[in-house]
């Protein structure tokens, strides 16, 4: 059982910057396919970013966001700069066994932090 626990959120002006953190244990970490989802108000959970074999971003975030790994430390960040009042939701870290080539789907994913709330104002 692998368990997340995210943490970093907070309110911050358009523009602005924040660094998200996922600290994960119970499980062989190296080896996970280790993901960012959001979900705002009235929308469904989507994809942010994947760290795996491969890492890909989500058209919207694409080079805003980047997601890195600690192996050592089994932790997953994602650095968001340029924020737009449009990624205001709760961020969800969520692991897989392994890298999977439908990583942009929710299924793909077996374990999830509680979320951490992004708010941008503008």
């Known amino acids: 059982q692998v368990q997340l626990v995210e943490s970093g959120g907070g309110l911050v002006q358009a523009g602005g910057s924040l660094r998200l953190s996922c600290a994960a244990s119970?499980?062989?970490?190296?080896?996970?396919?280790m993901a960012w989802f959001r979900q705002a108000p009235g929308k469904e959970r989507e994809f942010v970013a994947v760290?795996?074999?491969?890492?890909n971003y989500a058209d919207s975030v694409k080079g805003r966001f980047t997601i890195s790994r600690d192996n050592a430390k089994n932790t997953v960040d994602l650095q968001m700069n340029s924020l737009k009042p449009e990624d205001t939701a709760v961020y969800y870290c969520?692991?897989?066994?392994?890298?999977?080539?439908?990583?942009?789907?929710?299924?793909?994913?077996?374990?999830w932090g509680k979320g951490t709330q992004v708010t941008v104002s503008s």
């Open positions: 969520a692991a897989a066994p392994e890298y999977s080539g439908s990583y942009w789907y929710t299924y793909s994913y077996v374990y």
């Open positions: 119970g499980g062989s970490f190296s080896r996970y396919a």
């Open positions: 760290s795996g074999i491969n890492t």
